[in-house]
C-alpha cells in the first residue's frame, strides 16, 4: 500500500516522508506531482492552513493501477540485474 492510499498529504510532508528513502527536493518533487496529476494518478484539493493555502494529493484509482504495474515491472528489473550481476551466466 502506498503512503498517499494511507492518507492524503502535502509537498512539505511528502519530502520530510521520504528523507530516510532518498533525499529529494522541493523543484524534484513538484514536477514529479504535476506530472501524477496530469496523468490523473492522482488528486489535489487546497486547504487552509495557518493562513496560508496548502495543496494536499491523494492517490486514484490510475495511481493504485500504476503502482501495480511498476511492481510488476521491478520485479523483471531485479530478474534481469540478478542475470547481469552472474546468477545466471556461465563464467
Same mark, same amino acid.
Given at each position: ?6 492518507? @492524503?498529504? *502535502?509537498? *512539505?510532508? /511528502?519530502?520530510?516522508?521520504? &528523507?530516510?528513502?532518498? +533525499? /529529494?527536493?522541493?523543484?524534484?518533487? *513538484? ?10 494518478? %492522482? ?12 495543496? *494536499?494529493?491523494? %492517490?486514484?484509482?490510475?495511481? &493504485? +493501477? @500504476? ?10 528489473? @531485479? &530478474?534481469?540485474? +540478478? ?9
Amino acid at each position: 500500500m502506498s503512503e498517499l492510499e494511507r492518507k @492524503e498529504s *502535502y509537498g *512539505y510532508a /511528502i519530502i520530510q516522508d521520504l &528523507k530516510p528513502l532518498i +533525499e /529529494i527536493s522541493e523543484s524534484t518533487l *513538484y514536477p514529479i506531482l504535476k506530472r501524477l496529476l496530469t496523468k490523473k494518478a %492522482i488528486v489535489s484539493k487546497s486547504r487552509i492552513h495557518n493562513n496560508r493555502v496548502r495543496k *494536499y494529493y491523494q %492517490i486514484t484509482e490510475i495511481g &493504485k +493501477e @500504476e503502482i501495480a504495474g511498476f511492481v510488476d515491472d521491478w520485479g523483471q528489473v @531485479e &530478474k534481469i540485474f +540478478e542475470f547481469i550481476k552472474g546468477a545466471g551466466i556461465d563464467g
